[in-house]
Nanobody, 127 residues
């Protein structure tokens, strides 16, 4: 089992930046974290959950078109932590942001393919 806890959300003005973190824990996480592929997702009120960024076991990344060039996903395997650096934020980025993990190596933005989810952290961008 893997537990995920997000942090770093908040309220910013349009054009601002935030850095989200997601710490993984579990009885075997110390030697298994590097095997997981990870992702960031978001869900705005009355909208479906959408994939924002994903990172594979090999460190390769994938982004939604709406965030390319503005968001960067990264991970620190030693700290079992996933990050999402968000720059030039827009009001349409306002949502609850979730991190997710799956025990297969390939990156993906398909939410249905992830096994473990955090509780989310709220990001609000005002114009």
């Amino acid at each position: 089992q893997v537990q995920l806890v997000e942090s770093g959300g908040g309220s910013v003005q349009s054009g601002g930046s935030l850095r989200l973190s997601c710490v993984a824990s579990g009885s075997t996480i110390g030697y298994t974290y590097g095997r997981y592929s990870m992702g960031w997702f978001r869900q705005a009120p009355e909208k479906a959950r959408e994939g924002v960024a994903g990172i594979g076991r090999d460190g390769s990344t994938v982004y939604a078109d709406s965030v390319k060039g503005r968001f960067t996903i990264s991970r620190d395997v030693g700290k079992a932590t996933l990050y999402l650096e968000m720059n030039n934020l827009k009001p349409e980025d306002t949502a609850m942001y979730y991190c997710a993990a799956r025990g297969t190596p390939l990156k993906t933005l398909e939410a249905r393919l992830y096994n473990y989810w955090g509780q989310g952290t709220q990001v609000t961008v005002s114009s």
